[in-house]
């Protein structure tokens, strides 16, 4: 059973993310975690949406609206991801973590990515699965 679909979840969470870098010009993690009143990993996910969309860029610890420069982070993470849940079906992000070597974060970021591209479900149970 599917909690909410993903695309309106992230959206909206990127949404608030890009209002308040908008808004700022440019800010940290934590203003955003501040500001957002977002979770950790559902920032990091709006994060991932955004730079799918080519909309945020980071420079050292700031983001700035701007062209991505988070490519080849989070989309290889990403990619990652998504053959991660093609090999297992349904993971949880642990899971994820322990087989990609990758941190919470990266994880969380890819997340977002996959689910701007409408390509991955979350379950009641918190697992991951590809959406077909």
Known sequence: ?????????FGENAGKVWHVIASNGQVT?????SETGLSEK????????LARENKVKKDHEWY??????????I???AGKVYKILDIWEQAD?????RLSDQSNEEIYAAIG????EDKIASQSD???SLKY
């Open 113 to 116: 990515w996959l689910a701007r």
């Open 29 to 33: 993690i934590d203003q955003l975690r």
């Open 1 to 9: 059973m599917l909690v909410r679909n993903n695309a309106s979840k």
């Open 64 to 73: 700035r609206l701007d062209d991505t420069n988070l490519d080849d982070e």
């Open 42 to 49: 559902d920032l990091y996910a709006a994060v991932g949406w």
């Open 75 to 77: 989309g290889t993470t």
């Open 93 to 97: 992000v642990t899971t994820i973590e």
């Open 126 to 128: 918190q697992k991951f």
